[in-house]
């Protein structure tokens, strides 16, 4: 919103700063932590009242659990709040990425929101049905898919089916273009990242760092995509408006701090659906934008593992009778072994930090 006062640098020069990528995504960062720093104890005072009795706890998971009962959930509102305020003061709302991106954001949040609210309602586990989520997400995903496909073609940049095309990491030319199916495949990557991070978030501060690291790292990567002299120097492909998805992901971060300040052990409030679904559809929609989803397996690599335990553990079972994991997600079965809550997010956070290093290190190797 605030991008149209570089329409007044004529007369005051250092409205020009509006014009930039960098200081917008700064402001956004600092924005965004403000504003859930400054609602968030109203929020959870809200949240705690109406919820009364909280997130429920489930009967099978380790012991040390048990304490956390009575912890409101849909903290993710804070979240979005803090993403959402600052994206429109600072992001360029004409253009289409950022517009599809917070699509999916607030389309998720709302089916997070809405598969909490029965959880605590119901106090069960069994929120939204499954298949039912999933249509919608694929819909939601699809349609920001279609729209953001279309301005890549209509960009001609890199040829008629660029926007339809799968990139390959390592490989400067190599694409395959899929045509209509990209919608498949881009609203694929963007459910299942957003149900990735939705199954790693399980223990205070677990998955809003690797979100943060990851939102870091694409911040960096849309950037460079968006700008043709650092896209050609680094021999990635050229993807011109995708820079201003930097600004966003300022704000996830900043978002992500406010949001940690009050989910640091012992948590005062947790994320719930609403923010784990929102935050991995904003980090696959970013990639499918970029073109970068197969390096975002990399990035996100922690909540690839997180996933793959779950239908390991899922599978095994269902034709063995058995488990491989004393417990999936994976983060509980180092608990059942005896890890501390701390020692499994602060090791988990350092393989983040590691996938993300080596994700960005797919940026030269070509």
């Given at each position: 919103?605030?991008?149209?006062?570089?329409?007044?640098?004529?007369?005051?020069?250092?409205?020009?700063?509006?014009?930039?990528?960098?200081?917008?995504?700064?402001?956004?960062?600092?924005?965004?932590?403000?504003?859930?720093?400054?609602?968030?104890?109203?929020?959870?005072?809200?949240?705690?009242?109406?919820?009364?009795?909280?997130?429920?706890?489930?009967?099978?998971?380790?012991?040390?659990?048990?304490?956390?009962?009575?912890?409101?959930?849909?903290?993710?509102?804070?979240?979005?709040?803090?993403?959402?305020?600052?994206?429109?003061?600072?992001?360029?709302?004409?253009?289409?990425?950022?517009?599809?991106?917070?699509?999916?954001?607030?389309?998720?949040?709302?089916?997070?929101?809405?598969?909490?609210?029965?959880?605590?309602?119901?106090?069960?586990?069994?929120?939204?049905?499954?298949?039912?989520?999933?249509?919608?997400?694929?819909?939601?995903?699809?349609?920001?898919?279609?729209?953001?496909?279309?301005?890549?073609?209509?960009?001609?940049?890199?040829?008629?089916?660029?926007?339809?095309?799968?990139?390959?990491?390592?490989?400067?030319?190599?694409?395959?273009?899929?045509?209509?199916?990209?919608?498949?495949?881009?609203?694929?990557?963007?459910?299942?990242?957003?149900?990735?991070?939705?199954?790693?978030?399980?223990?205070?501060?677990?998955?809003?760092?690797p979100v943060m690291i990851a939102?870091?790292?694409?911040?960096?990567?849309?950037?460079?995509?968006?700008?043709?002299?650092?896209?050609?120097?680094?021999?990635?492909?050229?993807?011109?408006?995708?820079?201003?998805?930097?600004?966003?992901?300022?704000?996830?971060?900043?978002?992500?701090?406010?949001?940690?300040?009050?989910?640091?052990?012992?948590?005062?409030?947790?994320?719930?659906?609403?923010?784990?679904?929102?935050?991995?559809?904003?980090?696959?929609?970013?990639?499918?934008?970029?073109?970068?989803?197969?390096?975002?397996?990399?990035?996100?690599?922690?909540?690839?593992?997180e996933t793959l335990s779950v239908?390991?553990?899922?599978?095994?079972?269902?034709?063995?009778?058995?488990?491989?994991?004393?417990?999936?997600?994976?983060?509980?079965?180092?608990?059942?072994?005896?890890?501390?809550?701390?020692?499994?997010?602060?090791?988990?956070?350092?393989?983040?930090?590691?996938?993300?290093?080596?994700?960005?290190?797919?940026?030269?190797?070509?």
């Amino acid at each position: 919103m605030l991008i149209w006062l570089v329409e007044l640098s004529e007369y005051f020069k250092f409205l020009n700063l509006f014009r930039y990528i960098t200081f917008r995504t700064g402001a956004a960062l600092f924005t965004s932590a403000l504003i859930v720093f400054l609602f968030g104890p109203t929020i959870i005072n809200s949240l705690r009242i109406r919820q009364g009795k909280g997130q429920p706890i489930r009967a099978d998971g380790p012991q040390t659990h048990f304490k956390k009962a009575g912890t409101p959930t849909m903290g993710g509102l804070m979240i979005l709040a803090g993403i959402v305020g600052a994206s429109l003061l600072w992001a360029d709302l004409s253009n289409v990425y950022v517009v599809a991106t917070l699509l999916v954001t607030l389309g998720f949040g709302a089916i997070g929101f809405y598969d909490d609210y029965l959880k605590v309602t119901k106090q069960s586990h069994m929120g939204f049905s499954g298949k039912a989520r999933l249509g919608i997400e694929f819909v939601i995903a699809g349609i920001a898919v279609y729209f953001m496909m279309r301005t890549a073609l209509a960009s001609g940049v890199a040829g008629s089916t660029f926007g339809s095309s799968i990139a390959f990491p390592f490989f400067k030319d190599f694409m395959i273009n899929i045509g209509i199916m990209f919608v498949v495949f881009g609203g694929f990557v963007i459910v299942g990242a957003g149900n990735a991070v939705n199954l790693t978030d399980g223990l205070d501060g677990l998955a809003i760092v690797p979100v943060m690291i990851a939102a870091a790292s694409f911040g960096v990567i849309a950037y460079l995509a968006g700008n043709v002299v650092f896209a050609n120097y680094l021999q990635i492909n050229f993807v011109p408006g995708t820079g201003e998805l930097a600004v966003v992901l300022g704000a996830v971060i900043g978002a992500g701090l406010g949001f940690l300040w009050f989910n640091a052990p012992p948590a005062a409030i947790f994320m719930g659906d609403t923010g784990s679904l929102a935050l991995g559809g904003t980090i696959g929609t970013v990639a499918v934008a970029t073109k970068h989803e197969i390096v975002m397996a990399i990035i996100g690599g922690l909540f690839v593992i997180e996933t793959l335990s779950v239908i390991i553990q899922v599978g095994f079972f269902k034709m063995t009778g058995r488990r491989v994991f004393l417990m999936a997600p994976i983060h509980h079965h180092f608990e059942k072994k005896g890890w501390t809550e701390s020692q499994v997010v602060i090791r988990f956070w350092i393989i983040a930090v590691g996938l993300a290093m080596l994700g960005l290190s797919t940026l030269k190797l070509r």
